[in-house]
């Protein structure tokens, strides 16, 4: 499945989760990057898989959309 931009409620959040979850324990899922808001404001990068290269990629691709 692929998901670029997608808002979701939480019911939607939570089955993409699942999806995700899913890929990574049958070895389809490479490299997810993740941007997590906290309740205060706050927010973390998070970016889990892959190669060191992919990972820069991804840890870049989220800094250029915080602009």
Same mark, same amino acid.
């Given at each position: 499945?692929?998901?670029?931009?997608?808002?979701?409620?939480?019911?939607?959040?939570?089955?993409?989760?699942?999806?995700?979850?899913? &890929?990574? &324990?049958?070895?389809?899922?490479?490299?997810?990057?993740?941007?997590?808001?906290? +309740?205060?404001?706050?927010? &973390?990068?998070?970016?889990?898989?892959?190669?060191?290269? &992919?990972?820069?990629?991804?840890?870049?691709?989220?800094?250029? +959309?915080?602009?």
């Amino acid at each position: 499945m692929t998901r670029t931009g997608a808002v979701l409620d939480n019911e939607a959040a939570i089955a993409t989760l699942r999806e995700l979850l899913h &890929e990574a &324990e049958h070895g389809t899922l490479n490299c997810i990057a993740l941007r997590i808001y906290g +309740a205060g404001g706050n927010w &973390e990068d998070l970016v889990i898989g892959g190669t060191q290269a &992919e990972q820069a990629q991804a840890l870049d691709h989220l800094g250029a +959309a915080r602009g």
